[in-house]
């Protein structure tokens, strides 16, 4: 079933992006370790918060809401969830309700400052600390602005509004399209944002299957959890990069025009899953330590984002 999920992601139409006015110089790539790290190192800000990345057992479903202006909810599920990061037309469109607020939160930020650091920070403190939560209201507000253009996903957004919402965000890949597709740039600002988050996402939801499956609940923080997080951690990274993998023979199917930048956004793809796989085992001591977290001057100057 999952094949046929990323199947319908690939034949689905891309929209053109808005310009972004900051890109680097220089590409840049994701250490993942390091970031997650990072990211520890805020979730630890949260000590009586259960140190879990669990998703809740229900959650605000954004499309019926959006086409109904009514409250609406669905039990979270993780099959229903992988329909979800790929859009899927019967999705439950999962919303934690604080989407608003982080958006409002971008939106005041200067130009070229919010990292992705500085973006989990704030999403953790609007979700209580939530690691789960804090990644679904990232994935969930960075994709809708992504994809405002798009009917499926009830958005209302213009050009210039999305332009100014992007250019809040710094250059995570160094070899954006803006720096002319005529020299061989391709990166797309937009795109290799919200993925990131939507991997990680995937990767913590593995950790729930549904509504009532105990079993799938615990079973990843028994005495076999170990391996269990290697199995989640494979198919996680299977996932990352079928994504884009799955682009290649669709090139055979009429004009269908899937874009450029593979290999590249199958890299924002795998650092979201080995970031996540580090959160989720250093949560539940079976990894990391304080002692190898990151210190400060890295984690607040982008020491995660190296250049090639």
């Known amino acids: 079933m999952d094949f046929l999920l990323l199947l319908f ?14 890109p680097k110089q220089n590409k840049v790539s994701i250490d993942s ?42 039990d979270f599920d993780h099959d229903q969830f992988f329909h979800y990061m790929i859009g899927g037309p019967d999705r439950c469109d999962y919303s934690t309700g604080q989407e608003s607020k982080l958006r409002a939160w971008v939106i005041s930020q200067s130009d070229n ?21 804090a990644t679904l209201t990232i994935h969930q507000l960075l994709r809708n602005e992504a994809r405002y253009k798009s009917k499926a996903y009830f958005y209302k957004s213009t050009p210039a509004q ?29 795109g290799s944002w919200y993925r990131m988050w939507g991997i990680m996402g995937y990767r913590f939801s593995l950790n729930r299957g549904s509504y ?12 076999k959890g170990l391996i269990s997080s290697q199995i989640k951690a494979l198919k996680a990274n299977s996932t990352a990069i079928a994504a884009e993998a799955i682009k290649y023979p669709m090139d055979f199917i009429g004009d269908y025009q899937p874009g450029a930048d ?12 080995h970031i ?20 400060d001057n890295v984690c607040e100057n982008q020491g995660y984002l190296e250049q090639d």
């Not at 100014?164 to 803006?178: H, Q, S, T, Y």
């Not at 009532?212 to 005495?223: A, F, L, P, R, V």
């Open 212 to 223: 009532n499956d105990q079993e799938s609940m615990t079973c990843g923080y028994s005495e």
């Open 33 to 74: 370790e390091v970031l997650a790290g990072c990211f520890l190192k805020e979730i630890n800000k949260y000590p009586n918060q259960t140190r879990t990345t669990e998703p809740n057992f229900v959650y605000r479903d954004n499309k019926i809401e959006q086409r109904t202006g009514k409250l609406a909810q669905c």
């Open 9 to 22: 992601l690939s034949i689905s139409p891309s929209y053109a992006v808005e310009a972004y006015s900051y």
């Open 276 to 295: 996540a796989t580090i959160i989720e085992d250093s949560t539940h001591k079976r990894a990391l330590s304080l002692q190898t977290f990151p210190d």
């Open 113 to 133: 400052t919010i990292d992705p650091v500085k973006l989990f920070r704030e999403a953790l403190k609007l979700n209580g600390g939530s690691t789960f939560n």
């Open 162 to 190: 999305e332009k100014a919402f992007w250019n809040k965000f710094v250059d995570i890949r160094g070899d954006l399209e803006e720096r002319g597709k005529d020299k061989g740039f391709e990166a797309d600002h937009q």
């Open 262 to 273: 593979r290999p590249g956004k199958m890299a924002v793809n795998l650092a979201g899953s």
